[in-house]
């Protein structure tokens, strides 16, 4: 499967962003899809995940102002982001893995990452 994600810009704390990861050469339905980010000088970290039954799964600091979803029809996973703020700042990678994880090293497609970068 190939992602391609988009969505990312320049906002002011406290904006929104909403990110979008399009898959082609397979359908994401049978799928965990995941959102990670990456700020610079630190390694990737995981945001949130969905799980092929529609379980959802985020990291501690984004809960409640994170919201991933997928649009089976489109073949599209989302990543709604709230209450933005400066530490939120990275590029943001989707990715599709064959199993139930949040681990960035299950994850066997990635896309190509979005920046997203968050005024003060």
């Known amino acids: 499967v190939q992602l391609q994600a988009s969505g990312g810009g320049l906002v002011q704390a406290g904006g929104s962003l909403r990110l979008s990861c399009a898959a082609s050469g397979s359908t994401l339905s049978g799928y965990t899809m995941g959102w990670f980010r990456q700020a610079p000088g630190k390694e990737r970290e995981f945001v949130a995940c969905?799980?092929?039954?529609?379980?959802?799964n985020y990291r501690t600091s984004v809960k409640g102002r994170f919201t991933i979803s997928r649009d089976n029809a489109k073949n599209t996973i989302y990543l709604q982001m709230n209450s933005l703020q400066p530490e939120d700042t990275a590029v943001y990678y989707c990715a599709a893995a064959s199993k139930i994880s949040s681990w960035s090293t299950d994850y066997d497609h990635w896309g190509q990452g979005t920046q997203v970068t968050v005024s003060s």
């Open positions: 969905s799980w092929i039954d529609g379980t959802t």
